[in-house]
């Protein structure tokens, strides 16, 4: 059966540019989908539980410090991601990719399943903790992979693709979740198996693809350092795109109960019209030539303006339009700015520049519901909380944008 090879190398150390090494046919198609798949994984720990947080809270009732460590169950794996994505990026450089994604979605199936038979919320925790360093390996190991095997525009529509992935089925798991725990708040974790049916599909198409056979035809040019600098920027304009990002499905619903919609067909009706606004914008950011970089000006004034829109929206039409603009901007922001970290990498320090990205996103994403609820506080709403975020996006456009114009 086919699988994954390693990639050839140019004589200018680079990944050789069209297609890329991935079988032609039905191999192909079946490794891309697989990398969609296993970076999926990590979404599902951060929205399945959501629904069924009030029934945890309410069956921990009694349990010390339930009232800070349920919340913990859904955002901790987030954390541990974000905290561990450059270590496992180093160990990914080191060990290779495919066989580290057999054993990591093994141990996600492991410790996603394990709320199921534990009976302390303490323990509960730690295992969501353990799961977020698994989801860590997964995730950078998944969109290295993509980098390994696709350049050019080859890349740019497989991690946009990513990107549909991922949003898609954000919205999936929560449906899913809320449906799953209307018995019972342990039977979502079930969902966390299907690292049992990832791993032996991994084995099967991925885990022949080793650094070693690579390396060995590589030049000096390979082993340049990581582009430190330079990717640092990125990591941080990455920090406030996640914040972004995630500002439409984590405070929509707020802002609607704000402005008396109470009804959670609605609100969800709403998630989902914003959810597509993202596919589309990763459709359109897959059509586009060019390098991505250079229109990120362009997407975070689209956000800015989104995020602007839904501070000041006095009815609910007017709030969906805002959200429905935001999200298309974030359809080409989180495509246009791994592109450009991955675009300084060279095929020996991919792990590792991949994994600051990823640790810097899932930061971000962690920080969402925190910063905003700070802001909210200080200023008394959560809508000029949102204000000043598009403001953020606005100031950084027009930082970009000299800086754009000078690499062009």
């Known amino acids: 059966m086919p699988a994954f090879t390693s990639p050839p190398v140019s004589s200018d150390g680079a990944a050789v540019h069209g297609t890329g090494p991935l079988p032609e ?6 490794g891309v989908w697989l990398l969609m798949a296993g970076s999926c994984l990590p979404i599902l720990g951060a929205v399945l539980l959501a629904p069924v947080l ?19 169950v859904l955002t901790i794996p987030a954390l541990a991601l974000a905290l561990t994505a450059p270590v496992a990026g180093v160990v ?11 054993v990591m979605s093994t141990l996600y199936a492991l410790f996603g399943t394990a709320p199921l038979w534990l009976d302390s919320l303490d323990a509960i925790v730690v295992s969501r903790a353990c799961l977020g360093v698994t989801e860590a390996f997964i995730m950078t190991s998944c969109t290295t992979l993509i ?6 525009r080859a890349r740019h529509r497989h991690l946009a693709l990513q990107t549909v992935c991922v949003s898609a089925s954000a919205t999936a798991f929560f449906v899913l979740g809320g449906a799953l725990g209307s018995a019972d708040w342990r039977t979502p974790f079930w969902l966390y198996a ?32 990581l582009p430190a600098l330079r990717l640092t920027g990125i990591c941080l304009l990455s920090v406030l795109g996640a914040l972004v990002f995630y500002t439409v499905p984590v405070k929509t619903a707020f802002l609607l109960n704000g ?52 501070a000041v929206a006095q009815n609910p039409l007017v ?19 791994v592109t450009w970290a991955m675009s300084g990498l060279s095929y020996g320090n991919r792990g590792r520049g991949t994994g600051l990205w990823i640790a810097s996103f899932f930061l971000g994403q962690f920080m969402c519901p925190l910063a905003l609820s700070a802001a909210e506080s200080a200023t008394g709403s959560l809508a000029t909380a949102v204000g000043f975020l598009g403001l953020a996006s606005l100031l950084t456009a027009a930082g970009l944008l000299p800086l754009v114009r000078r690499t062009a």
């Open 147 to 152: 980098g390994d095997h696709s350049t050019g």
């Open 54 to 72: 009030p029934k945890m809270q309410e069956h921990f009732a009694a349990a010390p410090g339930a009232m800070v460590l349920i919340p913990m």
């Open 92 to 102: 990914i450089d080191r060990l290779g990719r495919g066989r580290l994604l057999v």
């Open 194 to 225: 299907v690292g049992l049916l990832f791993a032996p599909a991994t084995a099967v198409f991925l885990s022949r693809t080793e650094p070693g056979a690579a390396m060995e035809n590589t030049t000096a040019l390979e082993a340049r350092p």
């Open 259 to 310: 402005l008396g919609v109470r009804s959670s067909e609605l609100i969800g009706i709403v998630t989902a019209i914003a959810s597509a606004a993202t596919v589309a914008g990763c459709v359109l950011f897959a059509s586009l030539t060019g390098r991505p970089g250079r229109r990120l000006p362009a997407v975070f004034a689209v956000c800015g303006a989104g995020c602007a829109l839904m």
């Open 25 to 30: 046919g039905v191999g192909e198609r079946r």
């Open 319 to 337: 709030l969906v339009v805002g959200a429905i603009l935001n999200c298309v901007g974030t359809g080409f922001l989180l495509p246009s700015l």
